[in-house]
């Protein structure tokens, strides 16, 4: 059995292929900036198919978002040998599953905006290093974390409208003592401010947010799409829910910088399944 991931901070989509059937399932978000080898053997644990299939799974190939240093695949790498003790284990960056997704074999920008950002360019058949992807602290532009903290900020300051105000404040129970305990002293930090984000999704509309989204969507171009020269001749790619939920203000923003978009998947797993299956000859 072959088992493929595809993983960012919130979530972890799973894939498994044998020639009886094809599983799918998910887990907690596996990050190697805010888990150990232990926490990964845990979170793993914690699922009955992932526990009832274990000994079966004989090659495990794991895209994840954090996972782009040798000392951060050893983590990732650790946990999942421990867990699948049969199995052959590939650790890699999410940039290179969301590539394989989008992509296939032709060139382009690959973009993730999920509860981090990050883009990196694909010449077909490589992802090249990127100089992105500075985290929630840093960066993270135009991302869930990005939005969220956007949104809570101008809840807390006082500077969101009083029909938005009300609203969030109806569907989040939060003060600032809760925001600093949940941010500073409890961990995925990342994760709990895009939470917020998805309180744009049923509010949109409102002129607020759609400033906010469009100012967004600008400075992840501005920092991160313009910074290669042929930004403009590429198609630029996006996984992700940000992207996949706010596709109709995302394309509006990229038109107006005369920059294509390509396809937009809110989850690469099934590309990435696909990929790793027609690669390894399983199928046609």
Known sequence: ??????????????????????????????????????????????????????????????????????????????????????????????????????????????????????????????????????????????????????????????????????????QFSVDKDIVIDNIYRKPFPNAYLATFSRFMITHKNHPFIQKILRDGFQEFIDTNVKDYKEYKTLDCNFVGSISFYYQEELKSVFAENNIKVGKILQKPIEGIFEYILKRERLLA
């Open 1 to 170: 059995m072959i088992l493929v991931a595809d993983s960012g901070s919130s979530k972890t989509d799973w894939m498994a292929y044998s020639p009886e059937q094809t599983l799918a399932f998910s887990t907690q978000g596996i990050n190697p900036y805010f888990v150990n080898a232990n926490d990964v053997v845990k979170i793993l644990s914690k699922n009955k198919e992932l526990a009832a299939n274990a000994n079966k799974i004989k090659e495990v190939y794991f895209f994840g978002s954090g996972c782009s240093t040798p000392d951060k695949h050893e983590i990732i790498s650790n946990g999942l040998s421990a867990f699948f003790t049969n199995a052959f284990i590939s650790v890699d960056h999410d940039l290179i599953g969301s590539a394989y997704a989008t992509c296939g074999n032709k060139k382009g920008l690959t973009c993730i905006l999920g509860t981090g950002s990050n883009i990196s360019y694909f010449d077909g058949e490589n992802v090249h290093e990127t100089k992105h992807g500075l985290g929630y602290v840093l960066g993270d532009e135009g991302s869930g974390t990005y939005f969220g903290r956007k949104v809570l900020v101008s809840y807390l300051y006082k500077t969101m409208p009083n029909d938005l105000s009300t609203a969030f404040a109806a």
